[in-house]
């Protein structure tokens, strides 16, 4: 993570887009070290402002490519977003007149108007992969961890697919344009 974020200052100084795999684990599975990894690589490449972060999905060495780690990464990324995006500033000062507001009548903040208005812009509510209930409720559910919760996710997208197939003169140009490798792409596409 160093040297990749010491190659992306390098790049910036020379006003160059920027890539780094820094959304990836040397983890053999889906496992704390998984996340962890993953996470600060994230967070540490939109806090630098890599231009292209890769990784997502992979482990063991970029050798393995996990489906339900991509589901969790997609997580991950909507975290980095929401922290690097930081807290705006919607008001000058903050919620000055709201606040004086508040003081004079009887609204509540968490019904005024100005709270219902950037309530869901300011809060990032992540899917269901991810658990935030009490321990009763998640013992309830199942106990189910965050690789379990994602594999669901995988399977219930999955049965949603439908694959869509290509055009025959598509499949033709591209089978003629591979030609030269021996490869017949009819039979993969078709």
Request: with cysteine.
């Amino acid at each position: 993570m160093l040297l990749d974020l010491g190659y992306v200052e390098i790049g910036k100084y020379l006003n160059l887009p920027t890539h780094a795999y820094l959304g990836l684990s040397d983890a053999k599975i889906l496992d704390t070290q998984t996340g962890f990894e993953t996470g600060m690589g994230a967070l540490l490449a939109g806090i630098k402002g890599v231009n292209m972060i890769s990784g997502a999905g992979m482990i063991d060495f970029e050798t393995t490519q996990s489906i339900q780690k991509v589901i969790i990464d997609d997580e991950i990324c909507g975290m980095v977003y929401k922290f690097i995006g930081g807290i705006t500033q919607r008001d000058e000062p903050i919620a000055k007149n709201l606040l004086k507001e508040l003081t004079e009548t009887t609204t509540h903040l968490l019904s005024h108007d100005h709270t219902l208005k950037w309530f869901r812009k300011e809060l990032h509510i992540p899917s269901s992969i991810i658990d935030r209930s009490t321990k009763e409720e998640w013992a309830n559910k199942g106990r189910k961890t965050t690789a379990e919760r994602a594999k669901e996710q995988v399977e219930k997208l999955l049965k949603k697919y439908s694959s869509t197939k290509l055009d025959k003169d598509v499949i033709d140009d591209l089978s003629e344009i591979m030609e030269y490798k021996n490869y017949n792409f009819k039979n993969l596409l078709l």
